[in-house]
């Protein structure tokens, strides 16, 4: 969550990058890697010895923590290429929403989130009611998540946080701070920073948390003393739902609506990036841009008042370009994933979700 799809591993197109580094590595060691080369690279991803290890060793060790666990941990983590390759390329950045659409709602997905609802039901209905956010929304983000738990990712999040934090150079300090925070986390809620398992960007458990998001926003849910988002259904689904609520969430506001433009409509109104800016609705009108009315019977459509804050989305569809209106709540699932596709994915899946679910 926060960065990446972790659910797309499971779906080749992350994988794919996985695929042609594999056999891309033989070839590079035939192609005349001296011995000495490699020996330097292997003393490289040393990480408890270099520079920038050591600081990390030390800024924890001042707050506390166990310098010698830091350090032994450390010195297991390893560079994995893969994931270099595959944080360079993630799919919200290559697929068009037409293409991005069809990985996420699909009937597999669906009906596994309708089983999912029925087998968590109680759950679900009171993290709705603690924290106001809808079941459907947080089904909806476990699936697109993992597959409802399916995928919770392979890689030992020690090495994933590792390698973006020591040798990814544009988001270095991101992945070093994720990775301090694993050892608060180890300390605190009990995880082991040695072998606790995830996406290749070190996001952990049913809904893809990384590090600094366990810390602050995962709950306890099933009252075990533990805050556990890798084995607990019922942490997992508090959790998200939390997470949504200190993210102003806004109970009944629904998420996006889609819009009529007319032919003469302001060009500078919508974009294909998002952002949440000054515009309203009814300023949206007074450019060429309505949503589309329930009264109608629209399946994606909204009647709010003409003060309601919205941003306005161009999208490369299956059936060609869609006009949406988004309101404050599709922001806040951009807090959970900053892809708008991502936004969108999640709640059209809560929708049929929520339209399939039987009373
Ligand atoms: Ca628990």
């Not at 994988?15 to 490289?44: C, H, I, N, Q, Y």
């Not at 973006?164 to 694993?182: I, K, N, Q, T, V």
């Not at 849910?221 to 998200?240: E, N, P, R, W």
Request: hydrophobic fraction near 40%; include cysteine.
């Amino acid at each position: 969550m926060g960065i990446l799809s972790k659910g797309l591993a499971s779906k080749g197109l992350t994988s794919k990058g996985f695929t042609r580094s594999l056999l891309l590595a033989p070839l590079l060691v035939l192609g005349g890697l001296s011995a000495p080369a490699m020996a330097e690279d292997a003393k490289a991803s040393n990480y408890a010895n270099s520079a920038a290890g050591k600081a990390l060793i030390r800024e924890l060790a001042d707050e506390g923590l166990d310098a010698e666990r830091v350090r032994d941990v450390l010195a297991t983590a390893e560079r994995q290429e893969p994931i270099l390759e595959a944080i360079a390329r993630p799919a919200e950045r290559v697929l068009t929403w037409g293409d991005y659409r069809k990985i996420f709602i699909r009937d597999t997905r669906i009906e596994q989130g309708l089983t999912f609802w029925q087998e968590n039901r109680a759950l679900l209905q009171r993290a709705e009611d603690k924290f106001g956010v809808p079941a459907e929304i947080i089904v909806a983000i476990i699936g697109v998540e993992t597959s409802y738990g399916r995928n919770k990712g392979n890689w030992r999040v020690v090495d994933a946080l590792a390698t973006l934090g020591f040798d990814y150079p544009p988001r270095a300090d991101f992945f070093r701070r994720e990775l301090a925070h694993l050892f608060r986390l180890e300390q605190e809620a009990g995880i082991d920073a040695a072998t606790v398992r995830g996406s290749y960007a070190g996001a952990m458990g049913m809904p893809q948390f990384i590090s600094s998001s366990y810390r602050a926003y995962a709950v306890d849910f099933d009252g075990d003393g533990k805050i556990d988002l890798i084995d607990s259904v019922a942490d997992a689904i508090g959790s998200v739902a939390n997470y949504f609520k200190a993210h102003r969430w806004q109970t009944g506001l629904p998420v996006a609506a889609r819009a009529r433009v007319t032919e003469d409509r302001d060009a500078t109104l919508f974009g294909t990036e998002y952002r949440l800016g000054e515009l309203t609705l009814e300023h949206a009108n007074q450019r060429g841009a309505t949503a589309l009315s329930c009264a109608d019977g629209h399946r994606y459509c909204f009647d709010l008042p003409g003060d309601t804050r919205v941003a306005a989305l161009e999208l490369e569809g299956e059936q060609g370009q869609e006009f949406w209106l988004t309101t404050h709540n599709f922001y806040v699932i951009t807090r959970y994933n900053h892809s708008h596709l991502y936004a969108m994915a999640v709640m059209q899946l809560s929708r049929e979700l929520a339209d399939r679910m039987p009373d």
